[in-house]
Nanobody
Framework: QVQLVESGGGLVQPGGSLRLSCTAS????????MGWYRQSPGKEREFVGS???????EHAGSLKGRFTISRDNAKNTVYLQMNSLKPEDTAVYYC?????????WGQGTQVTVSS
């Protein structure tokens, strides 16, 4: 069993910042990829970014420069630093990990950008 626990979501004003965290626990060996998706009301789940075990990252083109993904392999934790937040960034953010045993998702954390 693999569990993912996310934290760091909340309400922030436009232009503000938030840092999301997601820690994986359970039967884990060699996490290859960790990353984030998000889903806004009425929209499909959208890729945000991913990071491979060696540190190579991928970010959605529209979010580059504002969102940065990183990870701490020793803690099995992935982070998402979000800066210059906009109301359109409002969504539930889901983390995921890709293991040899499959793909696992967190429960989601709400991020609301509003004045």
């Amino acid at each position: 069993q693999v569990q993912l626990v996310e934290s760091g979501g909340g309400l922030v004003q436009p232009g503000g910042s938030l840092r999301l965290s997601c820690t994986a626990s359970g039967t884990i060996q060699n996490i290859n990829v960790m990353g984030w998706y998000r889903q806004s009301p009425g929209k499909e789940r959208e890729f945000v970014g991913s990071i491979f075990s060696g540190g190579v990252t991928e970010h959605a083109g529209s979010l580059k420069g504002r969102f940065t993904i990183s990870r701490d392999n020793a803690k099995n934790t992935v982070y998402l630093q979000m800066n210059s937040l906009k109301p359109e960034d409002t969504a539930v953010y889901y983390c995921y990990v890709a293991l040899a045993s499959g793909l696992y998702w967190g429960q989601g954390t709400q991020v609301t950008v509003s004045s």
